[in-house]
């Protein structure tokens, strides 16, 4: 059914006729937004590097009359503009590039290099389309101040580093994000979409992305000669016994009706053909939605590697060592009633074909924390659809060619379509959200 409302949707991207001040103010400012956006672009920042964007996006909310401070939870912007008494409403876009080497073929393709912090060389890409969030946002914050007269109340504009390693909501937050500045009642954001329709905006209610752990396994075993494989402790057989195992934790000790994903994304272990190495290392990605199934993989890892272990002969003082990276992503929650009134907002708005209700992901997004470190915030993030009509169409067609997820080098959204529909979006909320009494 979905697939069905979506090849529709690709097809009907004019908004109904009318005239409309908030359609009409973002279309005036397309132009002006769509050079932000090939700006940012072409010169993407890796997470807890966003100075120069933080700049332009600071200095933007400045001429514009907005209170800003800069350097919160390391690059972030907070930009705040009291307009009379009222509800306080928080937009949030993030900032950070990947690294990832462009492959986009766009004229103003990324050319910049970096390093990480692991001290790789490497690209950096919007792979994930930061950019056109960045845009979006100038955009909003331009229209509420152009329209100031029609609503009341506080305004944040958040510009959030290092959402990439599910870092910079939780500076922020903990540089005093809710104590230094005027607490929000409602908080909005959106993403881009690899998956739907250039212009088309996705609305899931409740649960929308998942918990997102990194777990590594340090596998130790007893190294010697490949020859002689009886007076060791192979690491890589226990490593792959280890793996086998952890299929068994999603499909016999998580309820089906429960998503979960356990995958391990990395195998290394060893250096020559003839030496059995003394350690490997399994990396893993673990995701879930509830606290309480993310607990029970957690716990399922280190009892199966533990248990393996034993099995395999392994003394105690060689045991795996589990490590859960702090870079973790809790799981996003869209409230009610925000979402419902949103989606009610936007389908007259745009056409019953251009907003959908869209299931939840297993992809992480740090947005969540804004929610969980006051639950009695009303929160909303809501896709936007990037897939250029051309190519969505030839997707569809039996065999057709699989559409470029984020995170790819081929990411290249159609960022018009995107830019507007957001904008359009996210400046009607506000009003709504915002409207005087």
């Known amino acids: 059914m979905l697939r069905h409302l979506l090849l529709a949707s690709a097809l009907v991207l004019t908004p109904p006729a009318g005239a409309d001040p908030v359609r009409d103010a973002t279309q005036k400012a397309m132009p ?52 009379g008494p009222g509800p306080v409403v928080m937009i949030r876009a993030d900032m950070d590039g990947l690294p990832v080497i462009e492959q986009t073929g766009l004229p103003f393709a990324s050319k910049v290099r970096a390093t990480t912090e692991g001290g790789v060389e490497t690209g950096v890409m919007h792979a994930c389309g930061h950019d056109t969030h960045m845009a979006s946002w100038i955009g909003t914050m331009r229209n509420l101040v152009a329209m100031k007269a029609k609503w009341s109340g506080t305004l944040i504009m958040l510009a959030q580093p290092a959402e990439e390693r599910g870092m910079g909501a939780r500076m922020m937050l903990e540089d005093g994000l809710y104590t ?12 881009d979409s690899a998956s739907l329709p250039a212009g088309t905006i996705g609305v899931t209610s409740g649960y929308a992305l998942a918990n997102v752990d990194s777990v590594d396994i340090l596998v130790k075993g007893v190294g010697g000669h490949g020859a002689y494989p009886h007076t060791t402790r192979d690491p890589i057989v226990l490593g792959s016994r280890i793996v086998m195992a952890l299929q068994t934790l999603v499909s016999r000790e998580i309820d089906p009706q429960s998503p979960a994903v356990v995958t391990v994304g990395s195998f290394h272990g060893g250096a020559k053909h003839n030496i059995i190495s003394d ?4 990396q893993l990605t673990v995701r879930s939605y509830t606290p309480e199934v993310r607990q029970q993989l957690l716990e399922g890892i280190k009892r199966i590697a533990r248990g393996e272990a034993i099995a395999a002969g392994i003394p105690d003082d060689r045991m795996p060592v589990i490590t859960i990276q702090n870079e973790f992503t809790p799981s996003t929650f869209n409230t009610e009633p925000l979402t419902g009134r949103m989606f009610a907002l936007w389908t007259p708005r745009f056409g019953e074909a251009r907003v959908l209700k869209t299931p939840a992901v297993m992809g992480g997004e740090d947005f969540s924390r804004y929610w969980l470190a006051d639950k009695s915030i009303q929160s909303l993030i809501f896709w936007v659809g990037g897939v250029p ?49």
Do not use: C
């Open 180 to 191: 230094r500045f005027p607490k929000p009642q409602f908080a909005l954001a959106f993403h």
């Open 32 to 83: 002006q937004l769509m050079d932000f956006y090939r700006d940012f672009h072409a010169n993407p920042e890796l997470s807890l590097h966003e100075t120069r964007s933080a700049g332009i996006l600071a200095a933007e909310a400045r001429k514009l009359g907005f209170e800003v401070t800069e350097k919160v939870g390391g690059t972030g912007v907070v930009a705040v503009l009291k307009n």
């Open 279 to 282: 350690q490997a290392l399994l």
């Open 389 to 437: 009509k051309a190519q969505w169409d030839a997707s569809q067609a039996p065999g057709g060619p699989p559409l470029p997820s984020l995170h790819s080098p081929f990411w290249a959204p159609d960022a018009e379509a995107v830019v507007s529909t957001a904008t359009e979006a996210m400046t009607a909320a506000a009003l709504d959200l915002l409207k005087k009494k």
